[in-house]
């Protein structure tokens, strides 16, 4: 059971707009900032918005984030299948004295 | 741009202990925050700990720090001359099956990675 919770699916088609929810705590989420990751089949994760809404050099602006108290989202606009990945959550929490992740959301393009 | 090249045993028995060694090419070792993730087959992402040097490449006080859970197996060393650092985690079972992935943390207290070395499939 991870301490951030994400739906474990979503799904879209081509040129729709998606979003996944990642829902903490007083500890994590609503203390400090969220990052986002997109794993690819096979490969490492890499880090998709930083900061609960910066996207690092080279990151589309076709993806962006937010945060609100204790919950933070991913929204992805034009959603190409290449966007076809896991995405996961994460931030510090002050309760481990640790970085949380959430489970992860599988995202199918249709 | 930096580079991470992580290597290590990747069949272990139970008992024994992993030990895996990331180096990182094309940047600076000091100021960051030099993390082990680990990612069971199939399954989300787990913060293993890190370890910290100063702006000036020295280890930091109280320079590492690991997830409670692990429950004192691992040990995160580093070698400024290499440009290394390793992890070390005793007594496996069968629940440390997973792909090990070292990364570097931007700054502390905030679970931002980048970039990660490509992961290490670790097997017990």
């Known amino acids: 059971q991870s301490v951030l919770t994400q739906p474990p699916s979503a799904s879209g088609t081509p040129g729709q707009r998606v979003t996944i929810s990642c829902s903490g705590g007083g500890s994590n989420i609503g203390r400090h900032t969220v990052n986002w990751y997109q794993q690819l089949p096979g490969t490492a994760p890499k880090l998709l918005i930083y900061?609960?809404?910066q996207r690092p050099s080279g990151v589309p602006d076709r993806f962006s984030g937010s945060k609100s108290g204790t919950s933070a989202s991913l929204a992805i606009s034009g959603l190409q299948s290449e966007d076809e990945a896991d995405y996961y959550c994460?931030?510090?929490?002050?309760?481990?004295?640790?970085?949380?992740f959430g489970g992860g959301t599988k995202l199918t393009v249709l | 741009q930096v580079q991470l090249q992580q290597w290590g045993t990747g069949l272990l028995e139970p008992s024994e202990t992993l030990s895996l060694t990331c180096a990182v090419y094309?940047?600076?070792?000091?100021?960051?925050?030099w993390t082990w993730i680990r990612q069971p087959p199939g399954k989300g992402l787990e913060w293993i700990g890190e370890?910290?040097?100063?702006?000036?490449?020295?280890?930091?006080?109280?320079?590492?720090n690991y997830n409670p859970s692990l429950k004192s197996r691992a040990t995160i060393s580093g070698d400024t001359s290499k440009n290394q650092f390793s992890l070390k985690l005793s007594s496996v079972t069968a629940a440390d099956t997973a792909i090990y992935f070292c990364?570097?943390?931007?700054?502390?207290?905030?679970?931002?990675?980048?970039?990660w070395g490509h992961g290490t499939l670790v097997t017990v």
């Open positions: 900061r609960n809404n």
């Open positions: 990364a570097r943390g931007i700054i502390r207290v905030s679970g931002r990675f980048d970039p």
């Open positions: 370890i910290n040097y100063d702006d000036w490449g020295n280890e930091s006080r109280n320079s590492t």
């Open positions: 094309g940047g600076s070792f000091s100021g960051f925050y």
């Open positions: 994460a931030a510090w929490d002050d309760s481990l004295n640790g970085v949380v």
